[in-house]
């Protein structure tokens, strides 16, 4: 957690969730929208508190990766920018750090349409598609004794392949967070 956001609390709104009981796998569905918005919660809802490791997030994301394995490697170096390195996993685990989104909005980005256009030699797959998701980060955790949460707005965009390439969305890539596509 960057310190800056660690330091507030927030009083109001948003509890976390009774429990993360529903870990599952991505929703398999050839709806971007959907698979969007699945995707965002396998990001941002996790429990250090739980038996369920690291690992576990990071496995139930890459298994709806695009299976050409064409953009996995950049997808695993995404998905080291959205989640805790294991050395912080342990340390959030003291804390019993819980995190979630509360999304706000999901859109195929305005640009989107014109990097369709600009693919004039179609290395884009049939499908492939972006959707702009928005939200509340929310974390939960016990802080010098006391319970704590942090609220912060992020942004970020999904990159997918759904039909007709695919019978249901796999995951191209990420956005850095809070640097989405416009």
């Given amino acids: 957690a960057d310190r800056a956001s660690a330091a507030r609390t927030d009083a109001g709104g948003g509890s976390p969730p009774e429990t993360f009981s529903s870990f599952g796998p991505i929703e398999k569905t050839d709806n971007p929208e959907a698979f969007a918005v699945s995707v965002a919660g396998a990001l941002f809802d996790w429990d ?15 298994a709806v990766a695009d299976p050409s394995g064409e953009e996995s490697p950049g997808l ?6 959205y989640l805790p390195s294991a050395a912080s996993w342990a340390d959030l685990r003291s804390y019993r750090v819980r995190q979630w989104i509360d999304v706000t909005s999901y859109a195929v980005p ?12 179609r290395e884009l797959a049939a499908g492939t598609t972006a959707y702009t998701v928005s939200g509340l980060r929310r974390r939960s955790g016990i802080w010098q004794g006391e319970q704590a949460q942090t609220v912060d ?30």
């Fill in 48 to 62: 250090t508190s739980t038996a369920i490791s690291l690992a576990d997030y990071t496995g139930r994301i890459l």
């Fill in 153 to 182: 707005r992020v942004t970020f965009t999904v990159f997918m392949t759904c039909r007709p390439t695919y019978d249901e969305c796999k995951l191209l890539r990420l956005s850095q967070l809070n640097h989405p596509l416009p």
């Fill in 76 to 81: 695993v170096t995404d998905l080291a920018t």
């Fill in 110 to 121: 305005d640009s989107w349409d014109e990097t369709r256009a600009d693919d004039a030699s």
